[in-house]
């Protein structure tokens, strides 16, 4: 899938507020990390096959993974956040943009810079227009990674 993104050094904040088209399975925004091919992180707003409408992430660490997070059947969009802090990612979700809430934690090879950015998926089904209605990088060092702050 299509993702601009920007290089960052160090330690970083990512923010976007996504609305998917959920029209078709797997259709999703996502903030993505990406280190090289065989190291990358996605957190997806995402029509998941096994949980509808619901946060999914992605580690890859030469082999992918799958996980299906919180349900949010009752939302159109939702604040994602992505924070790197040394070698350690956490990502978190919120339906407000205030409370967040972490999804996971995971660690990723040593690297100085990393690629950032979002992505928008429609794998199966016809093309669809996907809304990104906020999106930053902010480098900065959070103390709490699990709250995000």
């Known amino acids: 899938?299509?993702?601009?993104?920007q290089n960052i050094d160090g330690d970083l904040?990512?923010?976007a507020l996504l609305r998917p088209d959920f029209s078709s399975l797997w259709n999703a925004v996502s903030l993505m990390v990406h280190i090289d091919q065989?190291?990358?992180?996605?957190?997806?707003?995402?029509?998941?096959?096994a949980t509808g409408k619901s946060i999914v992430s992605v580690v890859t660490k030469n082999t992918s993974d799958d996980a299906n997070g919180v349900m949010l059947h009752d939302h159109d969009s939702?604040?994602?956040?992505?924070i790197r802090k040394g070698d350690i990612y956490s990502l978190l979700w919120?339906?407000?943009?205030?409370?967040?809430?972490?999804?996971?934690?995971s660690a990723m090879p040593h690297t100085?810079?990393?690629?950032?950015?979002?992505?928008a998926q429609t794998p199966v089904g016809n093309s669809t227009t996907h809304e990104i209605h906020y999106f930053d990088i902010v480098k900065t060092t959070v103390k709490d990674m699990r709250k995000g702050k």
Do not use: Q
């Open 13 to 15: 904040v990512a923010i």
């Open 112 to 119: 100085t810079t990393v690629k950032v950015g979002i992505e």
């Open 78 to 82: 939702v604040w994602l956040r992505m």
């Open 38 to 49: 065989n190291h990358w992180i996605k957190l997806a707003f995402e029509n998941s096959d």
């Open 94 to 105: 919120s339906v407000d943009g205030e409370d967040y809430k972490m999804a996971r934690l």
């Open 1 to 5: 899938a299509p993702m601009p993104y």
